[in-house]
């Protein structure tokens, strides 16, 4: 869910949420929508879309097996935006938003700054597909993720 620039970053933490694709959306929708939040991430970029998550409450617990996928529709799309520092990304698919944090010159934010960010950026994509598609995004489904890196040589 986060790009990588030269060296991984020791540290990032994705905060995202998943949403019925509202009807009509296209690649065109995503990149006008970039051009509405370019002051706050100036850098964007194109990359495949993340898979769905479905959950299944109250089924049993599973361990699922490695899967590759291989994408063969080019018009699905996530545009990551970058922040000017390269620390703050926020990443708009037809089904999902996400907002990631990584460490740089600046300390942790902690969970409720990503948290909030991510409300902002829901927000304003919400009020965009309003706007352009006369319809609205129901959220389904929360999700975050913490990675901490361990460099070589340090810890093993």
């Not at 990032?12 to 990149?31: I, T």
């Not at 996928?69 to 996400?98: G, P, Y």
């Not at 300390?107 to 304003?124: F, I, K, N, S």
Request: charged residues 20%.
């Amino acid at each position: 869910m986060s790009v990588t620039y030269g060296n991984p970053p020791l540290v990032e933490v994705a905060v995202s949420l998943q949403f019925e694709p509202p009807v009509g959306l296209n690649g065109a929708h995503l990149g006008a929508f970039w051009y509405t939040r370019r002051r706050d991430f100036p850098s964007v970029r194109t990359a495949p879309p993340i898979p769905p998550a479905h959950e299944s409450f109250g089924a049993p617990w599973q361990l699922l097996s490695p899967s590759i996928r291989i994408a063969l529709n080019e018009s699905e799309h996530r545009v990551q935006m970058t922040s000017s520092d390269e620390q703050w990304m926020a990443q708009v698919q037809e089904n999902r938003v996400v907002v990631n944090w990584r460490k740089g010159d600046s300390g942790y934010p902690r969970y409720e700054a990503t948290r909030d960010r991510l409300l902002a950026v829901w927000q304003h994509w919400r009020e965009f597909v309003i706007a352009e598609l006369k319809t609205d995004c129901r959220a389904q489904l929360w999700e975050i993720t913490y990675v901490n890196r361990i460099a070589e040589g340090r810890l093993w």
